[in-house]
């Protein structure tokens, strides 16, 4: 739905000579990623206002944005299965705010940050197969998510002590950063198994 909504508002501003003909596919791609971006960021809000944990999504979603867009991570292959996904995330997210005591926030905070650190310092970056990086990109990308994951270590430990909730905002975002890289990790392994299979 997206794709084709995308593709012919292109071909729209193409036979208004808003855009060259030859555009058309690049500028329904990047539509398709601007509206699906849009949906999402509604999608979060939405559930963010009626949940009453504005400010949990904010820290734990900037966590999140800031590593994935760096580190790369797992892409569905539908834009409705994106937004499944963001949606059933942000919902078990705002049932352990809600619902896990202190103590254990505490200890899931501890447990998120140790196995994200291993996870992202051994995968980042992860490239997807339509989009292979060049070794000067792998660099600078891996560079670039190494110093963020850094700097919400100290934000995680800070805060540790002081504010603990914050703490468990912001390691279940590298949390899940860490976990979306993982999935498409694996999915690029079996699709390279199943490949090699093949020949």
Same mark, same amino acid.
């Given at each position: 739905?997206?794709?084709?909504?995308?593709?012919?508002?292109?071909?729209?501003? !193409?036979?208004?000579?808003?855009?060259? !003909?030859?555009?058309? #596919?690049?500028?329904?791609?990047?539509?398709?990623?601007?509206?699906?971006?849009?949906?999402?960021?509604?999608?979060?809000?939405?559930? =963010?206002?009626?949940?009453?944990?504005?400010? =949990?999504?904010?820290?734990?979603?900037?966590?999140?944005?800031?590593?994935?867009?760096?580190?790369?991570?797992? +892409?569905?292959?539908? +834009?409705?299965?994106?937004?499944?996904?963001?949606?059933?995330?942000?919902?078990?997210?705002? =049932?352990?705010?809600?619902?896990?005591?202190?103590?254990?926030?505490?200890?899931?905070?501890?447990?998120?940050?140790?196995?994200?650190?291993?996870?992202?310092?051994?995968?980042? %970056?992860?490239? +997807? %197969?339509? +989009? %292979?990086?060049?070794?000067?990109?792998?660099?600078?990308?891996? !560079?670039?998510?190494?110093?963020?994951?850094?700097?919400?270590?100290?934000?995680?430990?800070?805060?540790?002590?002081?504010? %603990?909730?914050?703490?468990?905002?912001?390691?279940?975002?590298?949390?899940?950063?860490?976990?979306?890289?993982?999935? #498409?990790?694996?999915?690029?392994?079996?699709?390279?198994?199943?490949?090699?299979?093949?020949?």
């Amino acid at each position: 739905m997206i794709g084709k909504l995308s593709l012919k508002t292109a071909v729209f501003f !193409s036979d208004n000579n808003i855009i060259s !003909s030859e555009d058309v #596919e690049a500028y329904a791609y990047g539509l398709e990623i601007l509206i699906s971006t849009v949906i999402n960021f509604m999608a979060a809000i939405f559930i =963010a206002l009626l949940t009453g944990e504005f400010f =949990a999504f904010a820290v734990c979603l900037t966590a999140f944005i800031t590593l994935r867009l760096n580190a790369g991570g797992y +892409h569905a292959k539908t +834009h409705a299965g994106c937004i499944s996904v963001l949606v059933i995330f942000l919902l078990v997210f705002t =049932a352990a705010v809600k619902l896990l005591p202190p103590p254990a926030k505490t200890v899931f905070s501890a447990i998120f940050m140790i196995v994200s650190l291993i996870t992202i310092s051994f995968f980042a %970056p992860v490239e +997807h %197969p339509n +989009h %292979p990086l060049s070794l000067k990109s792998k660099k600078k990308l891996r !560079s670039k998510t190494l110093i963020l994951l850094g700097m919400w270590l100290v934000l995680c430990i800070a805060f540790y002590f002081l504010m %603990p909730e914050i703490t468990f905002y912001a390691a279940s975002g590298v949390f899940t950063a860490a976990a979306t890289m993982t999935a #498409e990790k694996l999915r690029s392994i079996k699709n390279k198994l199943i490949k090699e299979r093949n020949i």
